[in-house]
Each structure stands twice: as structure tokens, then as C-alpha cells.
């Protein structure tokens, strides 16, 4: 495609440091590779999506995601949820421990949950649990040490979702020792497989198995099931650049590739060396707009940007071909991705210059926002501003590092960025993501009054067609608005050495490292 040779750059190749290898095959030090380094391992705060990668190596919380995006227990054995909905008695499984050794009991759920809704904590979820969100938690009590009871203000059919919810840390419960005296976060103990050894700002962060894990049985699934590990040691080695990542895996100084480039998929996939595999992503990679913006503001203008576009284009370009265009937050995998939200627009220039003409646009530039650490939001910007310019939008490309991207991002800074969403396994909370009240959340792109009390809606309601409804009215009238520009769910590309086993892409695209082993003599 004519685009796409706008994305071809110089590989910067590097090398990599070995890491000797152990005698044992199970005391071998598994080496993933992550794109940045965390932000912090506080569950659900001042997170992104690499440190809730890790983070959900080491806590855990009541319940947690399968494969298929459904629900089950985790620490919780057993749920019970009272007829009207706004009770979920959690009962705890037995003998369960902290990486310290020590009991966790029903008094820690609460602790935990207390610093959690507490507004100082800037946990990520905390307006979804307290009202402003899917949920209103009116109180937690524990009637005895294996026993939690949330009791809610009114009933929701995404409570359970939330508690799992990646991006809220999975509502991990830790030790108390996690918090010093003067109620600064230390480090994450939890009861999950593994436990922090060592983290060095830049350059990796290190996990040992945890001796005291308590495994629930049953089958490895999502973060439930039996999340043993089979390694010693786990290394997540911050390497920015792709094109040394990939040396690495070659070499075999790096183990596992989680996000591989969808560039180098045809080129792996012929290797002995590697094994990969790929699922349908639930995330999101797309285009955002400040509505609130002296120029954005006008709808015409986002319009005429979306009209300028050739999506499938832009798509086959950003993957490789390897995933379709996608306009909707719901995500194509989700089993409420129907035909509104397949229908793609097609290009139309003349009316894109006819809505600019309208809104009186002059050729005023447009700053768009751009990471060179998720290559595929540079490469985005590139695309955008060749098309765009072809129906005379004048667009300026500002690159920046990631963190400070999000940090715009969270302070709704900005005119226009590329942007990338974790995914959501729920379209209602697909669409929470990206809607709210800009006063109140200004990482919000959409806040649509009618849009949001639909949105609220829709978590209350547990039958399939009517939930279908309500989503497809969102679905237009989120476009007719055009605070964002979706752009594809994308593919999640795993690769891993020939001796790597069990290890396992799934649609939330984090990488799992528990049960995830090198062959004996390997």
C-alpha cells in the first residue's frame, strides 16, 4: 500500500547483555522483554499497562478474569449474591498466605479496601466503585476472618468485572507491610505466584516464585486456576527499541516477546529458533480529541479529520495486515461487536473539505501528540498527517516519551494524540473508558450527558439483546459526536524461545508467567 512505505525506518540494532544460565532447567532465570519501564507496583495506581503486567504477578484479588473474558473466583471459593442484587457474600479459600508467610484473613480484605477507596490513594477505579462509575459500594463488612460482604447501593451487573479489572490492579489484597508507618507504599505482598526481588529503575524489574503460594487448583486460565511457577526467577527487561528486541530473542538473551511487532510476524514465525501464536486483542488503538480544544471543539472538524482517513487503510498498515479496521471501542472479538459497530465510513475528501469550509478551518496547525515507545502511535500520527493533508489539515507531530504522554493524557493536555487502550471485556466498560465528566475526569475524551446515563444503563442490564440495543444507540451517537477515532482492536503476538513451554497469548495481551517452564535439558 502506497502508506505504508511511510512507516519504513532504520533498525537501530543492539546488543544485549547474557544472563548466565543455571544447571536446572526449573532454576533458570526467564527473561520477558517489556517496551518501558513500570511506573510504580502499587496495584492500580499511578499505573500503565506494563506495571499491571507485573503487579498482577504479585497480588491478587477476590476474583479475576478467564480466557473468555468471564468471571471466577480467586481468593474468593465462593460467591453469593442476594436476590436483589446489591449484596456478594465473598467467602475466602482456606490456608491461603502471603509471600511473608503470613495468614491472609478477612481483616486484610477490608484493609485493603479502605486504602483503596481512600481518595488519597489515587486508585485508577476508585469513582467506579463509589458512585460516579458502575458501581456504589455502601459498605464492606467481615461478620468472621474468612468471610467479606460488599453491600451496594443499588445492583450492577459489572461489580464483579470491576474487582477484576486489570487496570485496577485486579483490587489486589496485600499485606500490611506493603504500606510503611507513614502510610507510604513499599512494595506489593501479596499471595500471587510470585514475589518482588529486585527492581532497577530503567532496566528490569525481577521476580522470585513465592514459597508460600497457594494454588487454587483447577485449570490455568486467564489469572485464575493454577498459577504455580515453574522458574526461580523472572526478569521483565525494559528494552524500548523493537529491532533489539527481536536481536535478543535471536540470540536468546531474551526468553519471551509478550506485544511482538506485527512487521515481524512472517519473519519469526519461519524461525526453528521461536515459536509464535496470536489471538484477537480486546484492546483499543486509536485517535483521541480535546472537545474542549479552541479548534476541536467544533464538530465539523472532527468530522472532516475522519473523512479524510482511509481507516482499513490505516489498519492494514499499522498491523501488518494483521488485524481489520475496527471504528468501535467494543472491541472485535466481543460478542456485542455486531454490524454498527463493524460498518466502517468510507474516505470521502470533498466532504471533508466542505465541513472545513463550514467551520471556516484555515489551515490553523493541529498538534498531535505522538510516543515512538508504542511504534504503531508514531507510525498512526505519520499516516494521519499525510492523509489529512490531502484534504489541507495542517497537522504538527510532537513525539514524546511515554510517560509523558500519559501524564498529558491523564491531564486531558492536548489537541489531538494516538493513543492505545488495555482491554476492556466488557462494552460497557469499553465505553466507560473513554466517557465521563471532563470536570471531574479529564482523561475523558466523550462526555455526553445522555451518552453516559445509557452507559450507566447498560451495566444493569444482564439480558443479551436488550444490552445489544443500547449499545448500538451509544455506538452512533458516539460517532456523531467524534470525540475519538477508533482505529483497530488489533492482534496479540506472542513469540518465545523453542524451549520456552506453556506459555500462552491471550486477548488482555499481558504476559503470564506462572506455569511457564523451560524443557528439561533445554
Not at 413 to 437: E, H, I, K, Q, W
Amino acid at each position: 500500500m502506497k502508506y505504508r512505505s511511510l512507516l519504513k525506518t532504520t533498525a537501530v540494532m543492539a546488543l544485549l547483555a547474557a544472563t548466565a544460565d543455571t544447571a536446572m532447567a526449573q532454576d533458570k532465570m526467564m527473561r520477558v522483554r517489556i517496551n518501558a519501564d513500570i511506573r510504580s507496583t502499587d496495584p492500580g495506581v499511578n499505573r500503565d499497562a506494563n506495571s499491571d503486567a507485573i503487579v498482577l504477578h504479585m497480588v491478587e484479588g477476590l476474583v479475576g478474569y478467564k480466557d473468555d473474558a468471564s468471571i471466577a473466583p480467586l481468593l474468593a471459593k465462593s460467591i453469593d449474591v442476594t436476590a436483589d442484587g446489591k449484596a456478594y457474600t465473598f467467602k475466602l479459600r482456606d490456608g491461603l498466605k502471603f509471600s511473608n508467610g503470613e495468614p491472609l484473613t478477612s481483616a486484610d480484605v477490608l484493609a485493603s479496601w479502605q486504602r483503596y477507596v481512600d481518595p488519597k490513594t489515587a486508585w485508577r477505579c476508585l469513582k467506579d466503585v463509589t458512585g460516579s462509575g458502575v458501581a456504589s459500594v455502601t459498605s464492606v463488612t467481615a461478620p468472621d476472618s474468612s468471610t467479606v460482604i460488599f453491600t451496594l447501593e443499588k445492583p450492577t451487573a459489572l461489580f464483579l468485572a470491576t474487582l477484576a479489572r486489570t487496570d485496577c490492579g485486579g483490587t489486589g489484597i496485600y499485606h500490611k507491610s506493603s504500606i510503611d508507618a507513614q502510610g507510604k507504599w513499599v512494595k506489593p505482598v501479596g499471595t500471587g505466584p510470585f514475589l518482588l526481588q529486585e527492581w532497577r529503575s530503567g532496566q528490569y524489574v525481577q521476580l522470585a516464585a513465592n514459597p508460600n503460594y497457594v494454588s487454587p487448583g483447577g485449570e490455568r486460565t486467564g489469572y485464575v486456576g493454577d498459577k504455580t511457577p515453574k522458574v526461580s526467577t523472572v526478569r521483565f527487561m525494559v528494552i524500548p527499541d523493537d529491532a533489539a528486541a527481536k536481536a535478543g530473542l535471536y540470540s536468546g538473551d531474551i526468553d519471551v516477546i509478550s506485544d511482538l511487532n506485527n512487521a515481524d510476524v512472517e519473519e519469526l514465525s519461519a524461525s526453528k529458533q521461536l515459536k509464535v501464536d496470536k489471538v484477537a486483542s480486546m484492546g483499543l488503538t486509536g485517535l483521541l480529541f480535546q472537545t474542549r480544544d479552541p479548534l476541536l471543539k467544533d464538530v465539523r472538524i472532527r468530522k472532516a479529520l475522519l473523512l479524510s482517513l482511509d481507516i482499513p487503510q490505516i489498519a492494514e498498515a499499522l498491523t501488518n495486515g494483521q488485524s481489520p479496521a475496527n471504528l468501535s471501542v467494543i472491541p472485535v472479538p466481543s460478542p456485542y461487536s455486531g454490524k454498527v459497530q463493524k460498518d466502517v465510513p468510507a474516505r470521502d475528501l470533498a466532504e471533508a473539505r466542505k465541513l472545513l469550509a463550514e467551520a471556516g478551518y484555515n489551515g490553523q496547525p493541529i498538534k498531535w501528540l505522538a510516543t515512538k515507545f508504542y511504534p504503531s502511535l508514531f507510525d498512526a500520527a505519520v499516516l494521519v498527517q499525510a492523509m489529512a493533508q490531502e484534504a489541507d489539515i495542517n497537522i504538527e507531530i510532537e513525539t514524546l516519551d511515554w510517560a509523558t504522554l500519559l501524564d498529558r493524557y491523564t491531564a486531558g493536555n492536548y489537541s489531538a494524540m494516538s493513543f492505545t487502550y488495555s482491554a476492556r471485556l466488557d462494552p460497557s466498560l469499553s465505553f466507560d473508558m473513554v466517557s465521563g465528566n471532563k470536570d471531574k475526569s479529564p482523561n475523558k475524551v466523550w462526555d455526553n450527558p445522555e451518552g453516559l446515563k445509557l452507559i450507566a444503563e447498560s451495566t444493569t442490564i444482564s439480558n443479551d439483546k436488550q444490552r445489544q440495543a443500547l449499545f448500538d444507540k451509544l455506538e452512533g451517537m458516539i460517532r456523531a459526536d467524534v470525540p475519538l477515532i477508533p482505529l483497530y482492536s488489533g492482534t496479540r503476538i506472542g513469540a518465545v524461545r523453542a524451549n520456552v513451554e506453556g506459555y500462552k497469548t491471550w486477548p488482555v495481551g499481558y504476559p503470564r508467567m506462572w506455569g511457564v517452564s523451560f524443557a528439561a535439558g533445554k
